[in-house]
């Protein structure tokens, strides 16, 4: 019969098979996916992994201290943290177009990633320990969707590390392609992940970089990480985490009202607060949620972030609207 044991028992046995004694690279996202791959591999084969996690500066609060810090002790997995922040926000200078944003970040990301994994690979090169393995968390239902099968992932690498071949050939290991969403939550909270990590809402790779509608830039970003935390830690408090499926928390910086606060008149952006509910993010609706954890957090944001002086509820289903307002 199925249970978590007995899924973690077969992968470890199935991952131990397939790596012996080479080593492999996973990527972390902050997902749950990445994570609880990269756990179940660290269990099998220790520290023969090593994991890369790619700090792009359009993290949530508190998420790379979640991968760095709180990851790190439930697995005791060799972590490499590139912090490209810069990278990101020089890449994205002048930017507002939601597609050329996705475009960017996608492709910066890429590039720092396999940087990062070209150095680990040059390390470990001669050892005769080589890195020839790709985590991935594949789960079930994107092989489903993608047409089934699997193979090697090929890697090019455009970057000049002295000595690497051209395209690096890696195996991918994917534990989870077995399994579905709330079967993966199991086998976490089985390994000993963080709660925060095991039951995370949907967030977006591009993360705030598309939740800032207009020019990405440092102090937007510190603003809206203020005002999404603030948002995220009431809803919390309020028992909504499971009711609403995600609660994007949108900075509109190129629009400005007027407002009042302490002795004077102000002109500050709105924050937008874009709770859903949803089976699959396919479909949603807004969450009816109550008025007075709205007004808890309206007040918070508007006397704690500077810069904001109202926030806006999202009404809108999807469709019309995307869940994401970029
Ligand atoms: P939309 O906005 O299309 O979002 O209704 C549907 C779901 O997908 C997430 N989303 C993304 N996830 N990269 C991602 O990894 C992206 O570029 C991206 N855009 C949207 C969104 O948060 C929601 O869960």
Redesign the pocket.
Same mark, same amino acid.
Request: charged share 20%; aromatic share 12%; glycine share 6%.
């Given at each position: 019969s199925w249970t978590t044991g007995n899924v973690i028992e077969e992968q470890v046995a199935a991952i131990r098979e397939q790596v012996g004694t080479k080593r492999a690279i996973c990527g972390l996202s902050g997902g749950v996916d990445s994570a609880v791959a990269a756990a179940l591999v660290q269990k099998a084969i220790g520290s023969q992994l090593t994991c890369v996690y790619v700090d792009h500066g359009l993290m949530r609060k508190g998420e790379t201290e979640q991968v760095e810090k709180d990851f790190v002790a439930a697995t005791g997995v060799q972590l490499k943290v590139v912090d490209a922040q810069e990278r990101f926000l020089t890449a994205l200078a002048g930017v507002s177009d939601p597609e050329e944003k996705?475009k960017i970040i996608g492709r910066e990301f890429i590039r720092v990633f396999e940087q990062a994994q070209a150095e680990i690979v040059a390390e470990s090169a001669g050892t005769g320990e080589d890195v020839a393995f790709l985590v991935q968390g594949t789960l079930y239902p994107d092989i489903v969707e993608s047409g089934g099968g699997t193979g090697t992932a090929n890697i090019k690498s455009h970057h000049n590390v002295g000595g690497l071949p051209e395209d690096l050939e890696f195996e991918l290991v994917e534990p989870l392609r077995q399994l579905f969403k709330d079967e993966v939550r199991m086998v976490g909270q089985e390994l000993g992940l963080p709660e925060e990590i095991v039951q995370r809402q =949907?967030? =977006?790779?591009?993360g705030l970089g $598309?939740r800032i509608v207009g020019e990405v830039t440092k102090e937007r970003l510190d603003l809206l990480r203020e005002a999404d935390a603030i948002a995220r830690e009431e809803l919390t408090a309020a028992g909504l985490d499971r009711e609403i499926?995600?609660c =994007?928390v949108v900075l509109l910086a190129d629009v400005r009202s007027v407002g009042v606060q302490g002795d004077g008149r102000t002109y500050g952006h709105p924050i937008v607060l874009r709770p859903v509910s949803s089976e699959d &993010?396919m479909t &949603?609706d807004w969450t009816r949620m109550p008025y007075d954890v709205l007004a808890k957090i309206s007040t918070r944001i508007t006397n704690e972030v500077a810069d904001v002086n109202r926030v806006v509820l999202d009404v809108t289903s999807?469709p019309p609207g995307? $869940?994401?307002w970029e």
């Open positions: 996705r =949907p967030f =977006p790779g591009p $598309i499926w995600q =994007p &993010a &949603a999807k995307t $869940i994401e």
